[in-house]
């Protein structure tokens, strides 16, 4: 039988075979003489196996461990602190891709793609095939050869690569323009002492990475953001070429990167119940996916933010490292850089200025703003170093001693906001606010009979106050100031459109307690249920109830006994 006259085989099977595109040729494998140069064709007949090769084209493979299925605050402590935006701080992982890391469906490619197959004996080429492979259908090219001729008992290489490769003697190169669609496959095969039928698979790779920018949050994102995807260095590489006896990449040339648009859209997880109430970064906005080469350093890549909104501000800024350690980007690996963003709260500083902790790290915070344009803050630290109190002692348990008393019986709790709403300064140091029922001092922050407008008025933030804030005064809040810092810094959509004082104010409890906690403040969502008197007269004694999903209003006799937490104007 004639060698020359060995057909390709035009079959495709997928059997077996997820994620993947195949190509099947056959290959004459021929047994030579140990013993002489020259051939017997008839022994060559007699020994003649059909060896199919296998071309496989596999999507993008995470190349990142899972180490985690939800990040939470915790966990953002591993995180690298990569900027300080306007209104927040921002940290960043590298994690897979999750949906690629899973097995997904096998594809047929829409368009014809051309393939060469190159095959080493030790680092000598022994031979070379190409051809066209169009969906199922391969055609091998008029003048490449229709046979492999292979040594019995021998491990060969072989190579694939299509078209967006290029050859340059038995070395191949990609360039950064085709890092999307350049393909190489690799592997070594050796064949068999017997006749059996033999198969050579070829796994054909992305040459190139697959990068993207995923911003996540605690809470819902209020705006779509505006981005640029670029380099900080000119160390980005535009050319690497491939050894194929080592299977190895190397960097040819560099170039900084051209900025590209790496635009992102709002969240669309459900608000609050997503994350928790704010315990996890669950609030998503990924970007486009970039394409870069082998070698890429992810320290060397840069985002810049000109629009966005997840907190208080318009985000903007830049993000000089988007991973802030060296970590080289492999050939056929899809890559997230999960960019978190932490809000960054306002603090009343003790020398009376305000400002976030990132930018006055030498600073102590003595409360935190819930109010800017009201200048309102609540005190870091809870009166009594966590003590409880009463609202009343005895004498005035069941009387009317505000002016303003918000009730069920006459509908105005109904309507608290806005026509029921007074002010904590007044109703602790104002003695026109106490009714005529009170026949001691009127003015309650300095009635011990009040104890817990007494711990409020007398609440001693720990360090010395500058010059502005000597002569200001802490006071025992209203609900509706308790309301202002649901909105402001537990980001509740409902604190202050909600007119019935007793209605639940949904909010992101875990960044409400996050507020306190971060300056050195006390955590108070775990303990259970916790109670903070308010100065509102309700029925009682009103009082604050956060949880972690929605902040209580509350009344409750006032010899209960609750914590306090004195707020301050500036």
């Known amino acids: 039988m004639d060698l020359n006259k060995q057909k390709t085989t035009n079959k495709m099977t997928t059997k077996g075979i997820t994620n993947t595109t195949k190509i099947l040729f056959a290959a004459a494998l021929i047994g030579l003489s140990a013993c002489k140069n020259d051939i017997d064709n008839t022994a060559i007949n007699g020994n003649k196996i059909n060896t199919t090769i296998e ?28 900027g300080d935006l306007t209104d927040c701080s921002a940290y960043s992982d590298v994690v897979p891709n999750l949906s690629e890391t899973q097995s997904a469906s096998t594809r047929a490619l829409s368009k014809p793609t051309h393939y060469t197959v190159r095959f080493y004996l030790g680092s000598t080429k022994a031979g070379e095939l190409k051809g066209t492979l169009n969906g199922s259908t391969f055609t091998a090219d008029p003048s490449t050869p229709n046979k492999l001729i292979l040594e019995r008992g021998k491990t060969y290489t072989f190579i694939c690569f299509n078209d967006d490769v290029v050859t340059n003697g038995e070395t191949l190169e990609v360039s950064l323009n085709k890092a999307a669609t350049a393909r190489i496959g690799r592997s070594t095969f050796t064949t068999t002492t017997t006749k059996e039928g033999q198969k050579v698979q070829l796994v054909a790779k992305h040459a190139g990475v697959k990068v993207r920018t995923q911003i996540l949050a605690q809470k819902h994102h209020l705006e779509p953001f505006k981005a640029k995807f670029l380099s900080n260095s000119t160390e980005i590489p535009n050319k690497v070429a491939y050894d194929p006896i080592s299977g190895t990449y190397t960097t040819i040339s560099t170039a900084a990167l051209a900025e590209v648009t790496n635009d992102s859209p709002i969240s669309n997880e459900k608000i609050y119940e997503a994350s928790d109430y704010g315990k996890n970064y669950s609030y998503t906005s990924s970007g486009p996916w970039h394409y870069l080469l082998p070698g890429t350093n992810a320290k060397h890549l840069k985002l810049n933010i000109s629009d966005g909104k997840i907190f208080w501000n318009k985000i903007q800024g830049t993000i000089n490292n988007l991973v802030k350690t060296d970590e080289l980007l492999t050939a056929n690996g899809t890559y997230t850089i999960q960019v978190k963003m932490k809000p960054n709260f306002t603090y009343l500083f003790s020398d009376g200025t ?65 026509y029921n709403v007074t ?15 009170v026949t001691d001092n009127k003015v309650k922050g300095e009635n011990p009979n009040f104890p817990a407008f007494y711990a409020a008025a007398h609440f001693n933030p720990g360090v010395p106050l500058g010059p502005s804030l000597i002569n200001r005064k802490w006071f025992l809040p209203t609900q509706y100031e308790y309301f202002f810092a649901y909105e402001y810094i537990g980001f509740s959509n409902n604190a202050m459109t909600t007119k019935a004082l007793n209605s639940p104010r949904y909010y992101y409890g875990y960044l409400y307690e996050a507020a306190f906690v971060a300056a050195g403040g006390r955590a ?5 249920i916790e109670n903070y008197w308010t100065s509102t007269s309700h029925n009682g004694g009103g009082r604050s109830v956060p949880t972690k999903s929605y902040a209580g209003s509350p009344s409750n006799y006032r010899f209960n006994e609750y914590k306090v937490r004195a707020f301050i104007t500036y």
Request: proline share 7%.
């Open 55 to 82: 071309i496989v084209e596999q999507e993008y493979q995470s190349t990142s461990p899972i180490t985690r299925a939800v990040i939470n605050n915790s966990s953002i402590q591993n995180s690298e602190l990569v």
């Open 423 to 437: 002010g904590g300064y007044s109703e602790t140091w104002d003695p026109n606010y106490s009714t005529n029922i």
């Open 524 to 528: 108070f969502l775990a303990n259970g």
């Open 354 to 418: 305000t400002g976030t902790l990132p930018k006055n790290p030498s600073k102590k915070p003595i409360a935190v703003v819930i109010e800017p344009d009201k200048h309102i803050a609540a005190a870091i630290k809870e009166a009594g170093d966590g003590a409880v109190y009463k609202w009343s002692t005895a004498i005035y348990n069941s009387q009317y001693t505000n002016t303003h008393n918000p009730s069920e019986g006459d509908g105005t709790a109904q309507n608290y906001i806005p």
